[in-house]
């Protein structure tokens, strides 16, 4: 499968810990994003980076929350001392440039109990 | 504030008939729109968008500035069509997606 993939696809974690999700975009593409998504509601932008550079973050992303894609290749977003309202689904996605068809990944789902 | 509303959660139709998911936004300047689509246990993917003008599925959607509306249709409709639908935006030059709530469409037999 060439496209977008995400690991761990579910994770459950107990309110307090720190998680982790990785994100491998498709070959080439510089363009990397990460939305999150909770029940009943369209998917919100949290931050993207163009190649290793984190271009634009959202004041959804509070300081618990970490992005980072070090070899301008894959991605990790962590979140820290996790909250039951970090309970959603966390998609990534990628293109291959600015203004480019965004390719959707499977998403995590995150549950905080 | 940029923002885009889909007012049904929920529209039924039946096979055949026609189909029309509505959208309105809310945005300062001349975004660009789009649709994206979630068929059941798949990814999400882009449908079409305004400034490429395709009919994708026998869809087509066309950007009313006027009414700030981006609504999809279709004249008949297919079983197959059944799936949650996103209207989304993004402004020229700002790649971060602002997505609607999302519409589940769901045919009837």
């Known amino acids: 499968d060439t496209g977008v993939s995400q690991d761990p696809r579910h994770k459950i974690t107990k309110r307090g810990q720190n998680v982790t999700f990785r994100c491998d975009p498709i070959?080439?593409?510089?363009?990397l994003y990460w939305y999150r998504q909770t029940l009943g509601q369209g998917p919100e932008f949290l931050t993207y980076f163009q190649n290793e550079a984190q271009l634009e973050k959202s004041r959804l992303l509070s300081d618990r929350f970490s992005a980072e894609r070090p070899k301008g290749s894959f991605s990790t977003l962590e979140i820290q001392r996790t909250e039951q309202g970090d309970s959603a689904m966390y998609l990534c996605?990628?293109?291959?440039?600015?203004?480019?068809?965004?390719?959707f990944g499977p998403g995590t789902r995150l549950t905080v109990l | 504030a940029q923002r885009v509303t889909q007012p049904e959660k929920l529209l039924s139709v039946f096979k055949g008939a026609p189909v029309e998911l509505k959208c309105n936004y809310s945005?300062?300047?001349?975004?660009?729109l789009f649709w994206y689509v979630q068929y059941s246990r798949q990814r999400l993917q882009l449908l079409l968008r305004?400034?490429s003008r395709e009919s994708i599925k026998g869809f087509t959607a066309d950007l009313n500035k006027g009414e700030t509306s981006f609504h999809l249709k279709k004249p008949f409709a297919q079983e197959e069509d059944s799936a949650m639908y996103y209207c989304a935006l993004s402004g020229w030059g700002d790649d971060k997606i602002i997505f609607g709530k999302g519409t589940r469409l769901h045919i009837l037999p």
């Open positions: 070959s080439e593409h510089n363009r």
């Open positions: 945005y300062s300047g001349s975004p660009e």
């Open positions: 996605a990628s293109s291959p440039g600015a203004e480019d068809e965004q390719f």
């Open positions: 305004h400034i």
